[in-house]
């Protein structure tokens, strides 16, 4: 297992020997990791969670994932795959693995439905997921992807880092995981809008003392837009006309304002 020496010994004593133990400020400790983390991965944004199963959480917010929709996950995994779908609201739908011990994606092709929005392919004991024909499938149906890099991270696949591929990815820093803090985790992505959104997740205090834009506003409004139904068609949740996210990418709005199915 990992051994704390006097250099992490003493980065935890400046810290405390400066004063500033709260999150936010300047000269952050966490806005400079994840600033750091960021760069490392390649992507616009990191932000900081107590966990990887609250990064995945946080993940699926971001993305704008809720009640009602549909997630794939792959059968091989940690538990907290499926449970963050679940602690949003989501459904999560059991999908087969390949000989890889990763998602299959024949099978994820196959088991897409009328309401399927995401998938989150997990790279399970550090195997890489077949990243190219995941995208591939989620762009043509309209699919949001979030890597679940829990048991990956150090990890890449056709030259950049796991967890940078999707539209975001979750990590852990769980004490049996590859990088550690004793527990903790986080989330990357490259949209800003859903790195707005995840941080909220995170912390509803994040716009107290970081400002916030409109996009959480939006999204609240969308979501109870979403589950109004009209009488024509009881069981498809309705979108009002205009209104988009990342899940609406690749598909064209009927003059109610519903998507048909991927």
């Avoid at 000989?99 to 997990?122: F, K, N, W, Y």
């Avoid at 150090?154 to 527990?183: D, Q, W």
Wanted: include cysteine.
């Amino acid at each position: 297992m990992y051994t704390a020496g006097e250099e992490e010994i003493e980065a935890i004593a400046r810290v405390i020997r400066s004063g500033a133990l709260f999150r936010y400020g300047k000269d952050s400790e966490c806005d400079r990791f994840e600033a750091r983390y960021a760069q490392h991965l390649g992507v616009e944004h990191f932000a900081l969670a107590a966990s990887g199963t609250y990064g995945l959480a946080a993940g699926l917010i971001g993305l704008g994932i809720g009640p009602g929709d549909e997630v794939l996950v792959p059968a091989h995994t940690y538990m907290a795959t499926a449970t963050a779908v679940l602690s949003v609201g989501a459904i999560p739908v059991i999908v087969d693995i390949d000989e890889s011990l990763t998602i299959d994606p024949i099978a994820l092709r196959d088991a897409i439905g009328p309401r399927t929005r995401a998938v989150i392919p997990v790279h399970m004991w550090g195997a890489a997921c077949n990243m190219n024909a995941i995208m591939d499938i989620a762009a043509k149906r309209g699919l949001l992807v979030l890597e679940d890099v829990c048991q990956g991270i150090g990890g890449g696949y056709e030259g950049r880092k796991l967890g940078s591929i999707g539209h975001a990815g979750a990590y852990s820093f769980n004490y049996f995981k590859n990088m550690t803090s004793g527990e903790g985790g986080g989330i990357a992505t490259s949209d800003p809008k859903v790195a707005e959104r995840a941080r909220c997740a995170i912390d509803p205090c994040h716009f107290y003392w970081q400002g916030r834009s409109d996009s959480i506003k939006t999204l609240r409004r969308h979501r109870r837009a979403c589950f109004r139904t009209d009488g024509g068609d009881a069981q498809r949740p309705t979108r009002p006309a205009g209104r988009h996210h990342r899940g609406d990418a690749g598909r064209e709005e009927d003059g109610a304002g519903r998507y048909p199915p991927p």
